[in-house]
C-alpha cells in the first residue's frame, strides 16, 4: 500500500498544473496583446509632426471632447457637442505620443471592447489619474461621436498628445 498514491494527491497535482499552464497562458496572450497594440519608435520633431497633421486632418475644425492647458491638467470635457447622424461606432481608441526629448514617438491602439469591458476607464495626464467619470464622458459618449477627435494636447516643451476614435 505504501507505492500506490492516493486518488486526491492526483486530482490536486492536476489542478496545480492546469492553474499553472492557465497562467502561463495568460500572460502569454497579454504579451502578444500589448506588443500588437503599442509601437515605439524613434523620430525627429519634423517627422513626428508630419504625423500628427496626418492623424488630426480628418478632425478639421472639430473641437476636441477634453480640453488641457499648457501643462497637461484637465481645463474641461464638451460631453454636449453634437454627435454626428451618420456616425459609425468606433471600434478602436487611438493614442499617439510624442516626446521630443527622447525623440520617441508611441502609438497605442485599444481596442473598443477592451473599454467597454472595463468598468471604469481611467487616464493618467501627466501622472494626474482622471477618471472618464470625472470628465463627465463614458464609453456610450465616445461611441455616440463616432470617429471623434478626443484630446490634442501640445506642451511649450514640444510634448504632444493626440487621442482618438475611429
Same mark, same amino acid.
Not at 51 to 76: V, Y
Not at 133 to 162: A, M, W
Given at each position: 500500500?505504501?507505492?500506490k498514491?492516493k486518488?486526491?494527491?492526483?486530482?490536486?497535482? =492536476?489542478?496545480?498544473?492546469?492553474?499553472? $499552464?492557465?497562467?502561463?497562458?495568460?500572460?502569454?496572450?497579454?504579451?502578444? &496583446?500589448? /506588443?500588437k497594440?503599442?509601437d515605439?519608435?524613434?523620430? =525627429? =520633431?519634423?517627422?513626428? =509632426?508630419?504625423? &500628427?497633421?496626418?492623424? %488630426?486632418?480628418?478632425? %478639421?475644425?472639430? *473641437?476636441? @471632447?477634453?480640453? $488641457?492647458? +499648457?501643462?497637461?491638467?484637465?481645463?474641461?470635457? #464638451?460631453? !454636449?457637442?453634437?454627435?454626428?447622424?451618420?456616425?459609425?461606432?468606433?471600434?478602436? @481608441?487611438?493614442? @499617439?505620443? &510624442? !516626446?521630443?526629448? !527622447?525623440?520617441?514617438?508611441v *502609438?497605442? /491602439?485599444?481596442? &473598443?471592447?477592451?473599454?467597454? $469591458? *472595463?468598468?471604469?476607464?481611467?487616464i493618467?495626464? #501627466?501622472?494626474?489619474?482622471?477618471?472618464l +467619470?470625472?470628465?463627465?464622458? /463614458?464609453? +456610450?459618449? @465616445? +461611441?455616440?461621436?463616432?470617429? /471623434?477627435?478626443i484630446? !490634442?494636447? *501640445?506642451s511649450?516643451?514640444?510634448?504632444?498628445?493626440?487621442?482618438?476614435?475611429?
Amino acid at each position: 500500500m505504501a507505492g500506490k498514491i492516493k486518488t486526491w494527491i492526483w486530482v490536486v497535482v =492536476s489542478v496545480v498544473v492546469i492553474c499553472i $499552464l492557465g497562467a502561463v497562458a495568460v500572460a502569454g496572450m497579454g504579451y502578444y &496583446f500589448f /506588443t500588437k497594440h503599442i509601437d515605439t519608435r524613434v523620430t =525627429s =520633431s519634423a517627422s513626428a =509632426s508630419v504625423e &500628427f497633421e496626418q492623424a %488630426t486632418a480628418q478632425f %478639421t475644425g472639430q *473641437k476636441p @471632447l477634453i480640453e $488641457l492647458d +499648457e501643462r497637461g491638467r484637465f481645463l474641461r470635457a #464638451n460631453p !454636449d457637442r453634437p454627435g454626428r447622424a451618420d456616425a459609425r461606432r468606433p471600434d478602436q @481608441l487611438y493614442v @499617439l505620443a &510624442f !516626446d521630443p526629448d !527622447d525623440e520617441r514617438i508611441v *502609438k497605442v /491602439t485599444i481596442p &473598443f471592447w477592451l473599454l467597454r $469591458l *472595463k468598468a471604469r476607464g481611467t487616464i493618467d495626464f #501627466n501622472g494626474g489619474q482622471l477618471e472618464l +467619470e470625472d470628465l463627465k464622458l /463614458t464609453v +456610450e459618449d @465616445l +461611441e455616440r461621436f463616432g470617429p /471623434t477627435l478626443i484630446v !490634442d494636447h *501640445k506642451s511649450s516643451g514640444g510634448e504632444r498628445v493626440l487621442v482618438w476614435s475611429q
